[in-house]
T-cell receptor, first 115, second 115 residues
Framework: EAGVAQSPRYKIIEKRQSVAFWCNPISGHATLYWYQQILGQGPKLLIQFQNNGVVDDSQLPKDRFSAERLKGVDSTLKIQPAKLEDSAVYLC?????????????FGPGTRLTVT | AQKITQTQPGMFVQEKEAVTLDCTYDTSDPSYGLFWYKQPSSGEMIFLIYQGSYDQQNATEGRYSLNFQKARKSANLVISASQLGDSAMYFCAIRLRGGSEKLVFGKGMKLTVNP
């Protein structure tokens, strides 16, 4: 079974530029998550989709971050314009369902450096 | 708000020995789930073990077991017979039932297994 795919793996941009990350979840997984992991910290949930609807985006900085999940499958996360503090690893995860004991399967992440 | 505390910044263990990684949590909700994830240097988060708040027995998954002490609000991970490949960051996380059921992660701790 293929895992969660993410691209690109690494990205370096200058502040005020825009960037987009792509995620392809495990086939059949209804729930998709985007996390931000700053160096030395645990992942922090940015946004959570159930199929193509948003379940939780309470920690998404909506003035600069946006995300969509097309047709309930792939998802893109965009930052525009980027700030220095956005330097982090952006992790995508998926799960069969919402909550309970459903484990989340994570992708390899995209390491973003903003200079 | 729920909170996860991992106070050990780093631990060292000899190969083949057992090691306990500490995790305490703070929630007033009676229903919740606790997760442990491993993050090797490659960056991908790997699910290890799950414990539900109403589970009567401590969870076990191969060499991993969870020492769940509900009254103390602790969920320590025990790794038996450590292997060199166990060297990684380890994260404890809590999920509350209801709402978005998002995971909230601790800051993690680094385990190094010495030969």
């Amino acid at each position: 079974e293929a895992g969660v795919a993410q691209s690109p793996r690494y990205k370096i941009i200058e502040k005020r530029q825009s960037v987009a990350f792509w995620c392809n979840p495990i086939s059949g997984h209804a729930t998709l998550y985007w996390y931000q992991q700053i160096l030395g910290q645990g992942p922090k949930l940015l946004i959570q989709f159930q199929n193509n609807g948003v379940v939780d985006d309470s920690q998404l900085p909506k003035d600069r971050f946006s995300a969509e999940r097309l047709k309930g499958v792939d998802s893109t996360l965009k930052i525009q314009p980027a700030k220095l503090e956005d330097s982090a690893v952006y992790l995508c995860a998926s799960s069969l369902g919402l909550g309970g004991a459903y484990e989340q399967y994570f992708g390899p992440g995209t390491r973003l450096t903003v200079t | 708000a729920q909170k996860i505390t991992q106070t050990q910044p780093g631990m060292f263990v000899q190969e083949k020995e057992a090691v306990t990684l500490d995790c305490t949590y703070d929630t007033s909700d009676p229903s919740y789930g606790l997760f442990w994830y491993k993050q090797p240097s490659s960056g991908e988060m790997i699910f290890l073990i799950y414990q539900g708040s109403y589970d009567q027995q401590n969870a076990t998954e191969g060499r991993y077991s969870l020492n769940f002490q509900k009254a103390r609000k602790s969920a320590n991970l025990v790794i038996s017979a450590s292997q060199l490949g166990d060297s990684a960051m380890y994260f404890c996380a809590i999920r509350l039932r209801g709402g978005s059921e998002k995971l909230v992660f601790g800051k993690g701790m680094k385990l190094t297994v010495n030969p």
